[in-house]
């Protein structure tokens, strides 16, 4: 795509008076400026081709900058571009040398300087274009959260959102219109968040407390199995842990759950860390629909969901990090297809309860090495008026780093 340097410029809600003098030259040199109708019609009319974004955006994004290659383009964002913005997509598009960004002071420092919340206490998470439910991964007692608001129903499904986490007590203030003359500030529980809107240019901040009695999800690898709603067909706690301890969940990274089940492990890979990925394969429909169900509950809704049998289903562009195949591990041509697919120095996990799995496994330790277990869990239960050990299924795991 052949353009020339794009300005980017922040602009918050009190519009072109809180413009840097540079920020300005920028917007009056432009040919065409691109941005939403709100940020259009904060600027005065520079004489530029004003262009506001279509619906949907990325799509058509890359259209949009062919169109107009050439000219001087600038781009209205929401305070930093760079927060959660257009910049960042831009960048990515483009590459940094062919953007520049001039932000404003975004409305997350506005909320932290209204509150007095440092950044380094201050997680932040948008909801913008976004499931909401991403925030139920962050909820822990003392954490403070800033939730970027799609508009003015997000502080309402925020408070749902918390009260059906065990978290009804969090404190919530809604800073709405930050940095202008309409600034407004409202405070409540998120049990007793009152109905209605809020204005549509808001921030909700939570000052996360948990219910007497609510579960406390870790944030290491080991979620109770109860956690997850299953139907049986769920990599137990203790199998959970030892599979993620090596499939080793690194910051943007992408795993592939095969045989997913409940989605146990995908859903424990994202809880990880914000940034990694994963898709979930499961050819039974109705757990599929299960594992959207266990990943929109635990704060992962991003969680891909992809219906089909391996290896069939496994014909995708990107080669995956790291791969656990829980069922159809004696299926031909799946672990093959596994280890053929990783990318380089990918880790593959594959656990196996049958005498056949566990031949597919042991014929795969023989052609790639790796390591080769047996696990035996044991767990204390009722025996008549005394205590004893109940077994369970002893599981073959293999893993392999390539």
Not at 148 to 167: M, N
Not at 245 to 263: E, F, N, T
Not at 327 to 347: E, F, H, K, M, N
Request: hydrophobic content about 45%; aromatic content about 4%.
């Amino acid at each position: 795509m052949r353009c020339v340097v794009i300005d980017v410029v922040g602009i918050g809600a009190d519009g072109w008076e809180g413009l840097s003098a540079q920020a300005r030259d920028a917007v009056a040199a432009a040919e065409v400026l691109l941005g939403s109708e709100r940020q259009l019609a904060l600027v005065p009319d520079p004489g530029a081709k004003r262009v506001p974004w279509p619906s949907p955006l990325l799509p058509q994004l890359d259209a949009l900058l062919a169109e107009h290659a050439g000219r001087r383009v600038c781009v209205l964002a929401s305070g930093d571009p760079l927060l959660s913005g257009i910049g960042t997509t831009l960048i990515r598009r483009l590459g940094a040398a062919r953007v520049r960004v001039l932000p404003a002071v975004s409305s997350v420092t506005l909320a932290r300087a209204r509150l007095g919340w440092s950044f380094e206490e201050t997680e932040v998470i948008s909801a913008v274009g976004r499931n909401v439910h991403r925030l139920a991964r962050a909820l822990a007692p003392g954490a403070r959260l800033l939730v970027l608001s799609a508009d003015g129903s997000t502080p309402g499904r925020v408070a749902d959102v918390l009260t059906a986490r065990g978290y009804g007590a969090s404190r919530l203030t809604v800073l709405a219109d930050l940095g202008t003359a309409e600034e407004s500030r409202v405070e409540g529980t998120a049990a007793a968040w009152p109905g209605g809107d809020s204005p549509p240019l808001n921030v909700v901040a939570i000052e996360c407390r948990a219910d007497a009695g609510s579960p406390l999800l870790p944030v290491v690898a080991g979620l109770p199995d109860d956690a997850f709603e299953h139907d049986g067909q769920l990599t137990k706690r203790d199998l959970r842990a030892s599979a993620l301890a090596r499939l080793a969940p690194v910051p943007g990274q992408l795993l592939w759950d095969i045989g997913a089940g409940a989605g146990s492990i995908g859903i424990e890979w994202l809880r990880a860390h914000p940034s990694t990925r994963a898709v979930a394969f499961e050819r039974d429909p109705h757990r599929a629909e299960r594992i959207t169900r266990n990943a929109e509950r635990l704060g992962v809704p991003e969680l891909a969901v992809v219906v089909g049998a391996a290896p069939g289903v496994l014909d995708r562009d990107e080669a995956p990090d790291a791969i656990f195949v829980g069922g159809g591990t004696s299926v031909p041509g799946v672990l093959t297809t596994c280890y053929r697919r990783l990318a380089p120095g990918g880790r593959l996990v594959a656990h196996g309860v049958t005498l056949e799995s566990e031949a597919a496994l042991a014929t795969a330790y023989q052609e790639h090495g790796g390591e080769l277990t047996r696990i035996a869990i044991e767990h204390g239960s009722g025996l008549g008026g005394f205590t004893g050990w109940a077994p369970a299924r002893t599981v073959t795991q293999w893993s392999v780093r390539r």
